[in-house]
């Protein structure tokens, strides 16, 4: 087994296109060997807590006239990719820091990439505000996670140092793109990369996996010849 450590924010669409992607490849490759880990990493990290409008968000993060030639790239990949984007359902911005509370807990209980799989559907196909506690209640709820007690984690600060300072600590460590992949804790891999790219490490992966079993095999053999 070989961790993929994932760096994301639910609210990116470079993130759901490259999750698209990635789960493409391991459902072509069902003994991948591989172990998602889902970490926090803020689109905007000073998005103010109670979110903003979208509009408003989108207007003045790129300007009116320069933003549909930036969202064509997007448009673009995820029609590629088969990502659904229902961007008349989305109305406002969240600052996400709850959700990826969420997804902190999830991680613990060990339904991390299905909970950002909902996040991400709540979104970006259903216009969701997933910012607001009692969607983020819901979402835990349907994989799992004790409705009641989630409920009472948001209404309070738990764990948001904890989830600030992962991100700030990957920053600081020089994660910039998003997402961004880390396999075995050495290969850093940027942006949203093909299926046809993860099939290739996937199948890498396995390679390596069958020589080492090989060089492992034989090895034992010399040493039972020896004996």
Not at 5 to 16: E, Y
Not at 40 to 58: C, I, K, S, V
Not at 90 to 115: F, K, S, Y
Not at 159 to 164: E, Q, S
Request: hydrophobic share 45%; net charge negative; aromatic share 6%.
């Amino acid at each position: 087994m070989i961790t993929l450590d994932i760096f994301a924010d639910p609210v990116c669409p470079w993130c759901l296109i490259g999750k698209a992607r990635l789960d493409r490849a391991l459902e072509a490759r069902p003994d991948h060997g591989i172990v998602l880990a889902w970490h926090p990493f803020q689109l905007n990290p000073t998005m103010p807590p109670e979110g903003m409008e979208r509009n408003a968000y989108l207007d003045a993060k790129f300007g009116r006239e320069a933003l549909a030639k930036k969202q064509m790239p997007v448009l673009e990949a995820a029609a590629q990719s088969g990502v659904t984007l229902n961007l008349a359902a989305i109305g406002w911005m969240p600052n996400t820091i709850d959700a990826l509370r969420l997804l902190h807990w999830a991680g613990i209980e060990g339904c991390q990439t299905p909970v950002m799989a909902a996040l991400m559907r709540a979104f970006w196909q259903e216009g969701r505000n997933i910012g607001d506690p009692e969607v983020l209640t819901e979402i835990g709820a349907a994989w799992g996670l004790d409705r009641a007690l989630i409920a009472r984690l948001l209404a309070s600060d738990a764990d948001r140092d904890t989830v600030l300072e992962r991100d700030t600590h990957a920053r600081e460590r020089g994660v910039r793109a998003m997402p961004t992949f880390i396999l075995g804790e050495r290969h850093v891999i940027e942006g949203a990369q093909s299926t046809e790219f993860w099939l290739t490490v996937i199948d890498e992966l396995a390679e390596l996996a069958r020589a080492r079993a090989a060089d492992g095999g034989t090895e034992r053999s010399a040493q039972r010849l020896q004996a």
